[in-house]
């Protein structure tokens, strides 16, 4: 699995979540089939985890779908389709850290244990911004302790191979080992990048730092509840400061320090928060057009 991107377009798709209409809707608004999905050639599309969703009861939204188009997503365009995990898809691997409460259909699970076991999902990935800086994607977003524990790497594309390097180990390695705060119901600041929740695990140890290596783009959560229209209970003053919100794509960034070369480092969330009803009319994509290299 490439640790980063590198074609002309990219597109990034917020948390499917067992949204079958939104899922396909997505992909015929960029020009993809979703009944023969051939992303084009300059095109890489990046779903940055949470294909899936457990709901209860499990019929309302159809996770099994959803795996199945980004299966022949994968499977169809290698190179073109990156299919991150997010905590949602991760619970479907066997691992003491999910609870059977987490397991979907029987179908759903065989799918992402065969991206993991076949190493063609990922973990992380790289894109470059506007200024051809390099931004880390993941799904739950990177915390400064896992980053600190990895030995403090300056490159994304270094945590990106380091995270992916995972793939295929077996009951999910360090995606079991660090599930956060989202499993056990305690904090942990080095919870993994599929499971780190946003609001006490990520943003504020990186808002203390005194410089952050690169920026980041994750799915899992913002700090706004676009759907409710406020933020989160949790999010604190210091957040809600350095966080801009675009109402009409409902994106958030969040600028959470400097980077090494004086410009602000920024973490954004491409999540919608779909919810557990079925629904067609969100559009969770971000576009980016990668600087010539």
Same mark, same amino acid.
């Given at each position: 699995m490439s640790a980063g991107v590198t074609q002309n377009r990219v597109v990034i798709l917020g948390d499917v979540g067992g949204q079958l209409g939104t899922f396909r809707r997505c992909l015929a608004g960029i020009g993809i089939d979703p009944d023969a999905p051939v992303v084009p050639a300059d095109m890489t599309l990046i779903q940055v985890g949470?294909? $899936?969703?457990?709901?209860d009861p499990a019929d #309302?939204?159809?996770s099994v779908g959803c795996a199945r188009l980004s299966d022949?997503?994968?499977r169809e365009n290698p190179g073109r389709y990156v299919q991150l995990l997010g905590n949602h898809d991760v619970a479907l691997l066997s691992g003491a850290a999910h609870p059977d409460a987490w397991r979907?259909?029987?179908?759903? #699970?065989?799918i992402v244990t065969a991206w993991w076991d076949e190493r063609l999902c990922a973990l992380a990935t790289v894109v470059?911004?506007?200024n051809g800086r390099d931004v880390l994607v993941t799904h739950a977003g990177l915390t400064f302790d896992y980053w600190d524990a990895l030995g403090r790497p300056d490159s994304p594309h270094t945590v990106a191979a380091t995270l992916n390097a995972e793939i295929g180990r077996p009951d999910g390695a360090g995606e079991s080992e660090r599930p956060g705060r989202l499993v056990t119901g305690?904090?942990?600041l080095d919870a993994c990048t599929s499971w780190a929740e946003l609001t006490l695990e990520l943003l504020p140890r990186w808002l203390d730092a005194d410089s952050v290596p690169f920026g980041q783009i994750h799915g899992h959560a913002g700090p706004y509840r676009w759907d409710q229209g406020e933020w989160w209970p949790e999010v604190s003053d210091a957040i809600r400061a350095? $966080?801009?919100?675009?109402?009409d794509v409902q994106r958030s960034r969040t600028t959470v320090g400097v980077l090494p070369d004086g410009s602000a480092a920024v973490f954004?969330?491409?999540d919608w928060m779909l919810g557990d009803t079925p629904r067609d009319d969100a559009w969770p994509l971000l576009s980016l057009a990668a600087p010539a290299r």
């Open positions: 949470d294909v $899936t969703r457990r709901v #309302a939204l159809d022949r997503l994968l979907l259909d029987a179908e759903a #699970a065989a470059s911004d506007a305690e904090v942990r350095v $966080t801009v919100l675009d109402y954004e969330s491409v």
